[in-house]
T-cell receptor, first 110, second 114 residues
Framework: GQQLNQSPQSMFIQEGEDVSMNCTSS?????WLWYKQDPGEGPVLLIA?????ELTSNGRLTAQFGITRKDSFLNISASIPSDVGIYFC??????????FGTGTSLTVIP | NAGVTQTPKFRILKIGQSMTLQCTQD?????MYWYRQDPGMGLKLIYY???????DKGEVPNGYNVSRSTTEDFPLRLELAAPSQTSVYFC?????????????FGPGTRLTVT
């Protein structure tokens, strides 16, 4: 199946720092999505990107749809303790098939 | 709205047993999905449905069956449980409009097969 490479695998940061993570693929996607998953819960959609080059914000979160359509980036500014969780990217291809990355585990140290 | 609900939350099965994972949504979504999530991995699509009476295979359908008799319910059936099916199972639903990709997930069912 399709593989999305997500990096870094894990991050340990101080409260207040900014966070960057990315997702890359060998194939083109038409849509990129970013989710956050808390322990014992299902993923929650944070941001959806529908056009190459698109830059979209949701509060302290900003995500970009890469120009090549093979990558996407998520930034979190001024991290707070409740940002802790696992962040997943997902790509959707022309056949409306979803492929998820392996996740970035974020720990915020107060 | 309760959103997407799943039962049970946890289950332990012996090899060869069968069970049905229940999923219900109250958002009147036509699209529903079943995913599995193995430790340290992303979600993989098992089956999906675009409406009542219509289902289709995803990336990893072997060993599973689904049905969709109503808009609200999308049960996932394991007929002969195997250790490889130990995983966390998530059900999701979405609109069938330009927001099709905005999936709403249930809390998951943690299944162990021993």
């Amino acid at each position: 199946g399709q593989q999305l490479n997500q990096s870094p695998q894990s991050m340990f940061i101080q409260e207040g720092e900014d966070v960057s993570m990315n997702c890359t693929s060998s194939s083109i996607f038409n849509t990129w999505l970013w989710y956050k998953q808390d322990p014992g819960e299902g993923p929650v959609l944070l941001i959806a990107l529908y056009k190459a080059g698109e830059l979209t914000s949701n509060g302290r979160l900003t995500a970009q749809f890469g120009i090549t359509r093979k990558d996407s980036f998520l930034n979190i500014s001024a991290s707070i303790p409740s940002d802790v969780g696992i962040y997943f990217c997902a790509g959707v291809n022309t056949g409306n098939q979803f492929y998820f990355g392996t996740g970035t585990s974020l720990t915020v140290i107060p | 709205n309760a959103g997407v609900t799943q039962t049970p939350k946890f289950r332990i099965l012996k090899i060869g047993q069968s069970m049905t994972l229940q999923c219900t949504q109250d958002m009147n979504h036509n699209y529903m999905y079943w995913y599995r999530q193995d430790p340290g991995m992303g979600l993989k699509l098992i089956y999906y449905s675009v409406g009542a009476g219509i289902t289709d295979k995803g990336e990893v359908p072997n060993g599973y069956n689904v049905s969709r008799s109503t808009t609200e319910d999308f049960p996932l059936r394991l007929e002969l449980a195997a250790p490889s099916q130990t995983s966390v199972y998530f059900c999701a639903s979405s609109y069938d409009t330009d927001r099709i990709y905005e999936q709403y997930f249930g809390p998951g069912t943690r299944l162990t097969v021993t």
